[in-house]
């Protein structure tokens, strides 16, 4: 065997004549599209062309594995999201010269496989679709093309070869706009994988017998696009049955993005129509354009740095404190049935907790336990669940009214109406059962901490873990400390939370503690709006084409107006007996006259939507107008849009400066997968850092600048806090 070390790509070939190109970098822990890597895989792929032109009947075929545990990590994002507009030249150059190694190694005129030994995601899937065949070992980890959640696009040929591999319609709608992650069974029949063995032992050996058994087989070296005849699957737009239907694209990707300006699906769709109607390396250059806009783009900065570095260190365990050992819960107690009990009684049985589910009767407990029956039937009918799977679920949840069934709980999870007085008897009754140190935590959504745990004998274990609804969809828990909360609380409600597959974030007390006080901003100023005068209709578009899930008064009907008065008095009730003065929101006479009117939202049948008898939407109140009359004049679109995206941004910022949050990730990921903000932004705080202004500025000061004329116009609600005036004058970022 000769070997020659290229740094991040080796050359090993061996006495079988099958040349292994070993993707390796001596400077990380996992392989990225980096310059080292262009380097060596252009000198690897030269060497190759080389030896075959040499001596071709000597070389058999062409294996691409990796040392490392995963496969190819994808591109280097960090220094991707240092890029600038003046850069675009220059990454497209290297974009080229990149892609064409790969276009070269799967027109070498031999069999190239590639050995998946683990994560395969975004560039690492590209270098597979580059070889003739791809062989994958069995397991847990992730294979795809998720670059559109990044807010980016597969360029490094990903659109331009799925395209040709499935065609535009099925490689637009199951691989490039959604962007999903695939197991490795999953990964092979979606087509991404053409094999599948069952160990690490077995992945070379696959490769090589392959190519052995391929030897001499034209069809083995080339890829399907550069053979005589190829048709692209479905037709390309220029075949009348596709071009009738290309129209509905872009009209389908709108409704699923509700208008909002995502960039990254519309350069995939651009680049995947215009693409399919030219050869292969002119589209891949197409490709490759569509790909640089994104990059030199702020909306790629704010995805990547929320959902890839964000959400990254929270994974990673960023808030977990230091020298405590790792705690795995058994058995958790679950006070309340309603709808968030019931959530948290699933979510925990799922993942293999123990769950006694009280109620003040057995009644309500088993109807808390049917909500998982609910969900696991449908679950079985669509074949994503067995019935043996489901029983198993199902068998842990334990309803009962009795608190003696909660002996040998290590964790109490409370989800009772949101009342001191009901939560301090629940605890008074449960804690001399429960486990002498089980975690005691409240789902409670406003109610300090502090206050709660005034009511149990040790305090120092008592914690706040407030789940979101519905809670078996909902990524988020929101973990809130005490005053007397000590770390060990902490770290075991982030076990917990780890252990049931949910995303962390951990805050200081406060009534409302982060993502409840800041939602409540949104919440607030559509109502204000409304009574502004402002049409309803383009309140709620204001809201979704920014990117929000849904429009305020539509969540507004959701969390219903009774519950929002019956915060509202006990804050002000709260901030008059700390001797504070209650400062009046416009909002309130909405949220009052809709209560009147008996229209508090959708639980009620009636609120600022119709429903019909099975609680079904069905669209504005006809007589909205009446109560809140829409004004001749109406505000500017992009205001209404600002008012939204500013006031809950500019509330985050207070929330730090109070030191209610702790870290600017713990914002940035809490605000979107709590509480709705829209992602193509970052995060609350990480909106501001990539403001962009109307002149083309971008950053804090512009932000700072924009909120003082919001402020002027509407209210100093807008008005920056002391700690963004100091970011801006010191040219700083919240990070």
Same mark, same amino acid.
Request: aromatic letters at 6%.
């Given at each position: 065997?000769?070997?020659?070390?290229?740094?991040?790509?080796?050359?090993?070939?061996?006495?079988?004549?099958?040349?292994?190109?070993?993707?390796?970098?001596?400077?990380?822990?996992?392989?990225?599209?980096?310059?080292?890597?262009?380097?060596?895989?252009?000198?690897?792929?030269?060497?190759?062309?080389?030896?075959?032109?040499?001596?071709?009947?000597?070389?058999?075929?062409?294996?691409?594995?990796?040392?490392?545990?995963?496969?190819?990590?994808?591109?280097?994002?960090?220094?991707?999201?240092?890029?600038?507009?003046?850069?675009?030249?220059?990454?497209?150059?290297?974009?080229?010269?990149?892609?064409?190694?790969?276009?070269?190694?799967?027109?070498?005129?031999?069999?190239?496989?590639?050995?998946?030994?683990?994560?395969?995601?975004?560039?690492?899937?590209?270098?597979?679709?580059?070889?003739?065949?791809?062989?994958?070992?069995?397991?847990?980890?992730?294979?795809?093309?998720?670059?559109?959640?990044?807010?980016?696009?597969?360029?490094?040929?990903?659109?331009?070869?799925?395209?040709?591999?499935?065609?535009?319609?099925?490689?637009?709608?199951?691989?490039?706009?959604?962007?999903?992650?695939?197991?490795?069974?999953?990964?092979?029949?979606?087509?991404?994988?053409?094999?599948?063995?069952?160990?690490?032992?077995?992945?070379?050996?696959?490769?090589?017998?392959?190519?052995?058994?391929?030897?001499?087989?034209?069809?083995?070296?080339?890829?399907?696009?550069?053979?005589?005849?190829?048709?692209?699957?479905?037709?390309?737009?220029?075949?009348?049955?596709?071009?009738?239907?290309?129209?509905?694209?872009?009209?389908?990707?709108?409704?699923?993005?509700?208008?909002?300006?995502?960039?990254?699906?519309?350069?995939?769709?651009?680049?995947?129509?215009?693409?399919?109607?030219?050869?292969?390396?002119?589209?891949?250059?197409?490709?490759?354009?569509?790909?640089?806009?994104?990059?030199?783009?702020?909306?790629?900065?704010?995805?990547?740095?929320?959902?890839?570095?964000?959400?990254?260190?929270?994974?990673?365990?960023?808030?977990?404190?230091?020298?405590?050992?790792?705690?795995?819960?058994?058995?958790?107690?679950?006070?309340?049935?309603?709808?968030?009990?019931?959530?948290?009684?699933?979510?925990?049985?799922?993942?293999?907790?123990?769950?006694?589910?009280?109620?003040?009767?057995?009644?309500?407990?088993?109807?808390?336990?049917?909500?998982?029956?609910?969900?696991?039937?449908?679950?079985?009918?669509?074949?994503?669940?067995?019935?043996?799977?489901? $029983?198993?679920? &199902? @068998?842990?949840? !334990?309803? /009962?009214?009795?608190?003696?069934? #909660? *002996?040998?709980?290590?964790?109490?999870? %409370?989800?009772?109406?949101?009342?001191?007085?009901?939560?301090?008897?629940?605890?008074?009754?449960?804690?001399?059962?429960?486990?002498? $140190?089980?975690? &005691? @935590?409240?789902? !409670?959504? /406003?109610?300090?901490?502090?206050? #709660? *745990?005034?009511?149990?004998?040790?305090? %120092?274990?008592?914690?706040?873990?407030?789940?979101?609804?519905?809670?078996?969809?909902?990524?988020?828990?929101?973990?809130?400390?005490?005053?007397?909360?000590?770390?060990?609380?902490?770290?075991?409600?982030?076990?917990?939370?780890?252990?049931?597959?949910?995303?962390?974030?951990?805050?200081?007390?406060?009534?409302?503690?982060?993502?409840?006080?800041?939602?409540?901003?949104?919440?607030?100023?559509?109502?204000?709006?409304?009574?502004?005068?402002?049409?309803?209709?383009?309140?709620?578009?204001?809201?979704?084409?920014?990117?929000?899930?849904?429009?305020?008064?539509?969540?507004?009907?959701?969390?219903?107006?009774?519950?929002?008065?019956?915060?509202?008095?006990?804050?002000?009730?709260?901030?008059?007996?700390?001797?504070?003065?209650?400062?009046?929101?416009?909002?309130?006479?909405?949220?009052?006259?809709?209560?009147?009117?008996?229209?508090?939202?959708?639980?009620?049948?009636?609120?600022?939507?119709?429903?019909?008898?099975?609680?079904?939407?069905?669209?504005?109140?006809?007589?909205?107008?009446?109560?809140?009359?829409?004004?001749?004049?109406?505000?500017?679109?992009?205001?209404?849009?600002?008012?939204?995206?500013?006031?809950?941004?500019?509330?985050?910022?207070?929330?730090?400066?109070?030191?209610?949050?702790?870290?600017?990730?713990?914002?940035?990921?809490?605000?979107?997968?709590?509480?709705?903000?829209?992602?193509?932004?970052?995060?609350?705080?990480?909106?501001?850092?990539?403001?962009?202004?109307?002149?083309?500025?971008?950053?804090?000061?512009?932000?700072?600048?924009?909120?003082?004329?919001?402020?002027?116009?509407?209210?100093?609600?807008?008005?920056?806090?002391?700690?963004?005036?100091?970011?801006?004058?010191?040219?700083?970022?919240?990070?």
């Amino acid at each position: 065997m000769t070997e020659a070390t290229t740094e991040a790509v080796r050359y090993e070939r061996g006495d079988d004549g099958i040349v292994n190109l070993i993707l390796d970098d001596p400077n990380q822990s996992a392989n990225t599209m980096n310059e080292a890597y262009g380097d060596s895989m252009e000198r690897a792929v030269d060497r190759l062309a080389d030896d075959i032109a040499a001596e071709s009947d000597a070389i058999v075929g062409v294996v691409v594995s990796s040392a490392k545990k995963t496969f190819f990590a994808g591109g280097d994002l960090k220094l991707m999201t240092q890029a600038v507009p003046a850069d675009a030249p220059a990454i497209f150059e290297n974009v080229e010269r990149m892609k064409a190694t790969l276009r070269k190694l799967e027109t070498i005129g031999k069999p190239v496989v590639a050995a998946i030994n683990g994560a395969a995601l975004g560039g690492g899937l590209e270098i597979g679709l580059a070889c003739h065949h791809r062989i994958a070992v069995d397991g847990g980890y992730e294979i795809g093309l998720p670059e559109v959640t990044l807010g980016l696009l597969p360029g490094g040929g990903g659109v331009t070869r799925t395209v040709r591999m499935f065609g535009i319609q099925d490689a637009l709608m199951n691989v490039l706009l959604q962007g999903p992650r695939l197991k490795p069974a999953r990964a092979k029949d979606a087509g991404l994988i053409d094999e599948i063995v069952a160990t690490q032992d077995e992945l070379i050996p696959a490769a090589k017998a392959w190519i052995r058994a391929n030897s001499g087989n034209e069809e083995a070296c080339t890829q399907p696009w550069d053979r005589k005849g190829y048709r692209m699957p479905g037709g390309t737009p220029s075949n009348p049955k596709l071009a009738q239907f290309l129209p509905a694209f872009p009209s389908n990707l709108r409704k699923q993005i509700k208008g909002a300006p995502y960039r990254a699906p519309k350069n995939i769709m651009s680049a995947a129509v215009e693409g399919a109607q030219v050869d292969f390396d002119t589209a891949s250059r197409i490709e490759s354009r569509y790909l640089v806009d994104l990059i030199v783009g702020q909306q790629f900065k704010n995805m990547t740095q929320a959902f890839f570095f964000d959400l990254g260190a929270i994974n990673a365990g960023g808030s977990r404190p230091a020298g405590i050992e790792p705690k795995k819960f058994v058995k958790v107690a679950v006070l309340g049935a309603g709808m968030m009990g019931a959530g948290i009684a699933f979510v925990s049985a799922k993942n293999g907790i123990e769950v006694v589910l009280k109620d003040v009767s057995l009644e309500a407990a088993e109807r808390g336990k049917a909500y998982s029956q609910k969900i696991l039937d449908k679950q079985r009918e669509k074949g994503r669940v067995t019935q043996e799977k489901r $029983d198993e679920i &199902l @068998g842990r949840i !334990t309803p /009962t009214a009795d608190y003696a069934d #909660l *002996a040998g709980c290590d964790l109490v999870v %409370e989800a009772v109406f949101e009342s001191v007085d009901l939560k301090h008897s629940v605890f008074a009754e449960l804690e001399p059962i429960v486990n002498a $140190d089980a975690l &005691l @935590g409240s789902n !409670t959504s /406003t109610l300090p901490i502090t206050s #709660l *745990a005034e009511g149990v004998k040790r305090p %120092e274990d008592f914690i706040g873990i407030h789940f979101f609804s519905p809670v078996d969809k909902m990524p988020l828990v929101e973990i809130i400390a005490g005053a007397k909360t000590n770390d060990a609380a902490i770290a075991g409600a982030l076990d917990y939370v780890k252990q049931i597959k949910k995303t962390p974030i951990v805050v200081n007390d406060s009534r409302g503690f982060f993502t409840s006080r800041v939602i409540g901003t949104f919440v607030n100023e559509g109502l204000a709006m409304l009574a502004e005068g402002v049409n309803p209709v383009s309140l709620e578009r204001a809201a979704t084409t920014s990117g929000f899930p849904v429009g305020t008064l539509q969540l507004s009907d959701e969390l219903n107006l009774e519950l929002m008065k019956k915060i509202r008095v006990a804050t002000q009730s709260a901030v008059e007996a700390d001797g504070g003065t209650w400062v009046t929101h416009p909002s309130e006479t909405v949220i009052d006259t809709m209560i009147e009117l008996g229209r508090s939202g959708r639980l009620k049948g009636a609120g600022f939507f119709d429903y019909d008898e099975t609680g079904k939407r069905q669209g504005l109140w006809s007589s909205l107008a009446e109560q809140f009359p829409v004004a001749s004049e109406q505000p500017d679109f992009k205001d209404i849009q600002d008012r939204f995206l500013f006031i809950m941004s500019v509330e985050t910022v207070r929330c730090l400066e109070e030191d209610v949050l702790r870290t600017v990730a713990d914002a940035n990921i809490g605000s979107i997968f709590g509480i709705g903000f829209p992602p193509l932004y970052g995060g609350a705080l990480q909106y501001i850092n990539g403001y962009e202004a109307a002149d083309g500025r971008i950053g804090i000061e512009a932000f700072t600048e924009r909120a003082e004329e919001l402020a002027a116009t509407y209210g100093d609600r807008f008005a920056p806090p002391a700690l963004l005036l100091d970011k801006a004058k010191n040219g700083e970022k919240f990070q």
